[in-house]
């Protein structure tokens, strides 16, 4: 199973955790982006096995986001996450098809929880 992994947040510190965290478990970081556009760019290119991405950023958010990621590849595994663990986002993020959802600030032990269940 190949680990390549995208991570797409707004805030650099936090895609230093998620990279740590991820790298700690043999993942492989394959690309870094800070909003919606530059995830969609990054995926076509890199085409990762998996995507962790914030929801709330400028430019375009990560809802937005992963519904244009899903009209490139109906079967992308994406971990939505943000701070505000607010009920309606959630849903959103589930209904546009996210596969899981962390709320920040995260636990190891939580993404790490999320990463195999979606990539069972």
């Known amino acids: 199973m190949a680990n390549k992994v995208l991570i797409v947040d707004d805030a650099a510190f936090m895609r230093m955790m998620l990279k740590d965290i991820l790298l700690k478990h043999e993942f492989e970081v394959v690309g870094e982006a800070q909003d919606g556009l530059q995830a969609i760019d990054q995926y076509k290119e890199l085409s ?4 962790i991405m914030d929801i709330t950023m400028p ?11 899903k009209k ?3 079967e992308a595994k994406v971990i939505m996450c943000s701070a505000m663990g607010q009920q309606s986002m959630v849903v959103d993020a589930i209904q546009a098809g996210a596969k899981d959802f962390i709320v920040k600030p ?3 032990d939580r993404v790490m929880e999320s990463i195999q269940k979606v990539l069972e």
């Not at 990762?48 to 995507?51: K, Q």
């Not at 430019?59 to 990621?69: N, P, S, V």
């Open 59 to 69: 430019e375009m958010d990560g809802i937005t986001a992963l519904k244009e990621l």
């Open 106 to 108: 995260f636990q190891a």
């Open 72 to 74: 490139i590849n109906p």
């Open 48 to 51: 990762p096995c998996l995507v």
